[in-house]
């Protein structure tokens, strides 16, 4: 191990810390641990796997405000929204605490004897997660994964790993047995490449970027590695004129601009009806008036700086001279990755702004004619993470929801997660669920076995 990783803070530009980076050798070591690790944590019996992880979850709630400063000075995130992600984690640990003594199986009626399903662990699974919701999307996927009995090797993004590396020591504080929980910090394309390509990983379980998950589709092929992919969104919130406009509109700004636009949910379509257009746009752009952009560690601070440089460059490229520039915010002078929350309006699907996930606060206000082709335009993308169904009709709610092909979707709301309800996508956007009950089922197999008991 050679070269030194310089992890940032978006909201200064400062270095916050330097840590020795991993390569093959470092990664192909963690798997090793976990390999050696996995016979033990399987056997250990589900109520003491159980206990473990509820220790685990009180440990991390000892440690919360800390693991929440952390997280908002590493991710540039209001520190509001960084105790809520950090509870949100602990709150995920409780809930897979219970998993281990609820993987049940089936009897099943044959000739001849007994049969029965078991639900077994995988062995080592490789977790690889993106800078916007650290250890919170991180946590997804290890509480299950260890309360199926899994051990695991958890990388997380070159950009935020100070958490991740936090929650490695706390798991082994609260009793996790060693090697268990590995956390290996380095460059997707070499740490996060070999945990896809190796022999003794079986699952893959990755957060990021369709174009990177597209990738590690293909290369879990190789050794037909399970993969779990949650990827990218364009989503729609779609606003009828029967709705209460002014509710849609308040609740649209942090739909969007909500981790500075870095969310995989991001509302970042808006469709609204025509003849509610202007009414929709005014009470935005007074709603846009009250959004608090600053440092993210002020209390009242809703919107920080956006991950980095490269981000701000990308994010700028989609917002060119002569945009269509409807409602644009302000940002904090002086250093810090900072972009001014936007409104583009009105702008066509076929836009560039309107197909490609933008991943910062840019929203795009498309107008539409009726329930048909609100329908059409949320459909014509090649996501389909969440979205939203802004009307007062029970019953065009109930059938634009079933329309739109989409993970989660919200009706006169924008929340879209849950501990205890699956979430994931549709289409590009990814394979298989996490959260709820529905994960844990994707860190086992399914053994059939068969007794015969004729004489
Ligand atoms: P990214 O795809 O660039 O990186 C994600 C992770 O993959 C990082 O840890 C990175 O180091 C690693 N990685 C990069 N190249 C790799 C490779 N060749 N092999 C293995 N691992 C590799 O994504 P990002 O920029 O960190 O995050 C932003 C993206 O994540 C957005 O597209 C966003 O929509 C998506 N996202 C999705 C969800 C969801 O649940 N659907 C949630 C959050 C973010």
Not at 40 to 52: E, H, I, Q, T
Not at 172 to 178: D, Q, T, V, W
Not at 292 to 312: C, F, H, K, N
Request: aromatic content about 6%; some cysteine; overall charge negative.
């Amino acid at each position: 191990m050679s070269a030194t990783l310089q992890v940032r803070e978006p909201a200064t530009e400062q270095v916050m810390a330097e840590l020795p980076q991993a390569g093959v050798a470092e990664t192909d070591a963690a798997v090793a641990r976990a390999k050696a690790a996995f016979p033990a944590w399987r056997r250990v019996a589900p109520a003491a796997r159980a206990a473990l992880l509820r220790d685990l979850a009180d440990a991390l709630d000892a440690a919360r405000e800390d693991l929440a400063r952390l997280e908002a000075r590493n991710a540039g995130k209001p520190i509001a929204s960084a105790r809520g992600e950090i509870g949100m984690a602990i709150e995920t640990f409780r809930y897979y605490a219970a998993g281990p003594e609820r993987l049940l199986g089936d009897t099943i009626p044959v000739a001849g004897g007994i049969d029965m399903t078991f639900r077994e662990p995988l062995g080592v699974v490789g977790l690889i997660v993106p800078w916007n919701f650290p250890l919170t999307i991180a946590a997804w996927k290890l509480a299950p994964a260890l309360a199926a009995g899994n051990t695991v090797v958890l990388k997380p993004a070159e950009l935020t790993p100070l958490t991740a590396l936090e929650f490695e020591r706390i798991a082994r504080e609260a009793g996790i047995p060693e090697g268990v929980v590995n956390v290996v910090v380095g460059p997707g394309r070499v740490c996060g490449q070999r945990l896809v390509e190796h022999p003794d990983v079986a699952k893959i379980a990755f957060t990021g970027s369709t174009e990177v998950g597209r990738g590690i589709a293909a290369a879990a092929a190789a050794t037909i590695k399970r993969v779990t992919l949650e990827l990218g969104g364009k989503s729609a919130s779609v606003v009828f004129a029967d709705a209460d406009v002014e509710r849609a509109a308040a609740a649209a700004p942090l739909a969007v601009f909500d981790n500075a636009g870095q969310d995989c949910c991001a509302r970042s379509r808006i469709l609204v009806e025509q003849r509610v257009y202007e009414p929709f746009m005014a009470a935005l752009e007074a709603a846009m008036g009250e959004l608090r952009v600053g440092d993210p560690l002020d209390e009242r601070t809703q919107m920080g700086p956006l991950i980095s440089a490269g981000q701000r460059e990308s994010v700028a490229s989609y917002v060119p001279e002569g945009a269509p520039v409807a409602i644009r915010g302000t940002v904090p002078e002086g250093p810090g990755y900072w972009f001014p929350p936007t409104v583009l309006a009105p702008v066509a699907n076929t836009d560039r702004a309107a197909r490609e996930e933008i991943f910062g606060p840019v929203a795009c206000v498309i107008p539409f004619a009726d329930e048909a082709q609100a329908i059409a335009l949320a459909n014509d993308t090649p996501y389909g993470l969440s979205g939203s169904i802004w009307t007062r009709d029970g019953a065009r709610a109930l059938r634009v929801a079933r329309a739109i092909d989409t993970g989660v979707l919200s009706i006169n709301s924008n929340s879209s997660v849950r501990v205890s309800t699956p979430f994931g996508g549709f289409k590009q956007s990814g394979v298989g669920r996490e959260l709820g009950p529905h994960a844990l089922e994707a860190y086992t197999e399914v053994k059939n076995v068969f007794y015969a008991t004729e004489e």
